[in-house]
């Protein structure tokens, strides 16, 4: 596609309950990024992945939080057990290369999960 | 650890006016800095990239500037149009071999017409 899609664009739950965010990066795109984006807070990072090398995780908040990239290509961030403190908005980025060099991230319009 | 600070947090300007928002990071030691736009219900557009070795970037009515020593860089809006309102946010890249950006937390704009 044109740029990065993310679904839903927005997502109620009950806390307690598990929820699953999907992206899909640019078509070619090697690397793959999470981030969330509370309110009144900057954007943090989650999840890195970089084509078939084991994923950076170093920014998920708690176990609860996981993701996979299946086929080098869409990407899904599940939160189980959800907590009213994991509403936010969550994005998602991609970029042709990671690690070094110029690779400029693109980023989907978002998903906007509220726990209530 | 990196630290990113955006101020003012809020700006509202008349239409026409130039206007300048101010981003400035911890540490110095920064690969690059970007500028982003965030409009209500969407995702990040980046606006404008600058390199480390590089002073200023410009595209069209924005210009930014990067002090890297003083670990501090502004965004120039020219002219500003009503279209100019949504947040902006500035990210600074750690070095070459780090993927991560570490955001401020935004300046809104609104251009009132």
């Known amino acids: 596609g044109a740029g990065v899609s993310q679904s839903p664009s927005n997502k109620v739950t009950e806390k307690g309950k598990d929820v699953e965010l999907r992206c899909d990066p640019i078509s070619g795109h090697t690397a793959l990024y999470w981030y969330r984006q509370s309110l009144g807070q900057g954007l943090e990072f989650l999840i890195y992945f970089q084509g078939n090398s084991a994923p950076d995780k170093s920014g998920l908040p708690s176990d609860r939080f996981s993701a996979e990239r299946t086929g080098g290509s869409v990407s899904t961030l599940t939160i189980q057990r959800t907590q009213q403190e994991d509403s936010a908005v969550y994005l998602c980025a991609s970029s042709l290369v990671g690690g070094e060099g110029y690779n400029e991230q693109f980023f989907g319009p978002g998903t906007r999960l509220t726990v209530l | 650890k990196q630290e990113v600070t955006q101020i003012p947090a809020a700006l509202s300007v008349p239409e026409g006016e130039n206007l300048v928002l101010n981003c400035s990071f911890t540490d110095s030691a920064i690969y690059n800095l970007q500028w982003f736009r965030q409009d209500p219900g969407k995702g990040l557009t980046s606006l404008l990239l600058?390199?480390?070795?590089?002073r200023e970037q410009t595209s069209g009515r924005l210009n930014a500037s990067l002090d890297k020593s003083s670990g501090r860089s502004t965004l120039y809006i020219a002219a500003s149009q009503p279209g100019d309102s949504a947040t902006y946010l500035c990210a600074v890249r750690r070095w070459a071999g780090s993927y991560q950006l570490t955001f401020g937390k935004g300046t809104k704009l609104s251009v009132i017409p």
């Open positions: 600058i390199q480390s070795s590089q």
